[in-house]
């Protein structure tokens, strides 16, 4: 039920706001709390020790879809309520926006995206298109298409946009990945139609990317013609902020491993034993035994003995990422010549 602390916490501010420049800011907060907490965060060596029925499990998840799309909604109805007119007015504004960034930017990450990627996974044809529509709600509804027929089948090499190469920084990785994956599951999508080229033909309109794209300019387009410029611009920051924290996921789940094989082995993700992390992700803190079991549901998912393991939960682990690049790799160059791992595999003793 952790998961529910973050939008909850995001539904409140937005239906609350706009806020005064100062208390606008102080709900940002909460957010280094998490980082403080995963720091500390005790490691979580088994599941959850609760037995509970399956839809137990899936209804936690259509009710975190449900308060990220109440928390957009919110988002474009309160930004709508900005004001430019006056230097106090913008800012208060900006500093509204700025707690767009981080607050609502974070939650469309790990509630938005973190949960889309566990409904991506599922062979449920409705729950596969809910998690598209939240990867619609920022922009990146390709990443359905990439992640799922691109980066599983490729993770650990060099044919993998999202895996982030030994010494490679994060700020590298995310002007390298951005592209390269929505260019991946746009040929992948061709390929799927028979298209060796792009073509005005009907078969354009089963492109899923396509598809996808046409989706969020059209909600662009709803948004800026019927809540205004301030409201796209909230929309656009959130939508940018959650895309970076996803990468920066992406970034910290397979850094400097490469694969010793043609199949996926436990050694190509690392693993978080944080049970801060685990009970407030959705599965990623299980991240090589979701490659091994991609559509097995979040609960199921098992530690793995022989994974490499982050130092911390993934909210500090973001946080070193973007903030502390080159701290976040001696922490995980330390791991992998540990283990004999990544560009240490040969020389391991």
Known sequence: MLNLVLPVLAIVFLSTGPHSGWTALLWILPLWLTVLIDLFSPDAWH???????????????????????????????????????SLPDVVTSVCNLFAVK??????????????????????????????????????????????????????????????????????????????????????????????????????????????????ELALLTIIT?????????????????????????????????????RSVSATDSWDTESWFTLHTMVGLARHADHHRNASSPYQQLRRSQESPKLPYGYFAMVFFTVFMNQHFQLLLTRELRKQGLGPFRHSAS
């Open 225 to 261: 013609f019927g809540f205004g410029l301030s409201a796209l611009a909230a929309f656009l920051i959130q939508a940018i902020a959650a895309v970076r924290k996803l990468e920066a996921v992406n970034y910290i789940e397979h850094w400097g491993l490469m694969r010793s094989g």
């Open 47 to 85: 599941g959850s020790p609760y037995q509970l029925p399956t839809w137990a499990y899936d209804s936690l998840l259509y009710v975190l879809a449900g308060l990220q799309i109440v928390a957009i909604v919110l988002l474009v109805l309160m930004a709508n309520q900005l004001q430019w007119s």
């Open 102 to 215: 981080i607050l609502i930017g974070t939650n469309s990450a790990f509630c938005g995206i973190v949960l889309a990627h566990e409904l991506i996974h599922r062979p449920q044809p409705h729950l596969q298109t809910l998690g598209r529509l939240l990867l619609s709600l920022v922009c990146y509804e390709h990443f359905a298409t990439e992640h799922v027929r691109g980066h599983h089948r490729r993770v650990g090499t060099e044919h993998d946009p999202a895996t982030a190469r030994y010494g490679e920084s994060y700020e590298a990785f995310w002007r390298r990945t951005v592209p390269a994956q929505f260019k991946s599951a746009w040929q992948m999508e061709n390929r799927r139609l028979g298209q060796t080229s792009f073509k005005l033909d009907a078969r354009l309109l089963h492109h899923r990317v396509l598809q996808g794209l046409l989706f």
